[in-house]
Nanobody, 122 residues
Framework: QVKLVESGGGLVERGGSLRLSCAAS????????IGWYRQAPGNHRELVAQ???????TYADSVKGRFTISREDVKSTSYLQMNSLQPEDTAVYYC????????????????WGQGTQVTVSS
């Protein structure tokens, strides 16, 4: 069974930084598109950043220039570096994996982690 585990969340002051990690129990991690989402109380879950299996990267406008998504396929891990954090970035952050290449057709997903809380104080 595919499992995603996020870590690295916590409490940080305005302007601070955090680095989230998403470790996956997927043998062909490199064939998956990875997305980082967040959900604040009372809000819908929104896409923050995505990196495809071909390393195409997109960001939500609200985080462009502050957040950086990356992946390390040999470790089956994705990262979300978050700088210049603001109180409006406070949310539970989730990792998502969805099959993008051909090697993952047996387990296409999508799969979700349990989330990690990020709180930015003002």
């Amino acid at each position: 069974q595919v499992k995603l585990v996020e870590s690295g969340g916590g409490l940080v002051e305005r302007g601070g930084s955090l680095r989230l990690s998403c470790a996956a129990s997927i043998s062909v991690f490199g064939a998956y598109d990875i997305g980082w989402y967040r959900q604040a109380p009372g809000n819908h879950r929104e896409l923050v950043a995505q990196i495809t299996f071909r390393d195409k990267i997109t960001y939500a406008d609200s985080v462009k220039g502050r957040f950086t998504i990356s992946r390390e396929d040999v470790k089956s891990t994705s990262y979300l570096q978050m700088n210049s954090l603001q109180p409006e970035d406070t949310a539970v952050y989730y990792c998502n994996a969805r099959c993008g290449g051909s090697e993952c057709w047996l387990r296409p997903g999508p799969y979700w982690g349990q989330g990690t809380q990020v709180t930015v104080s003002s």
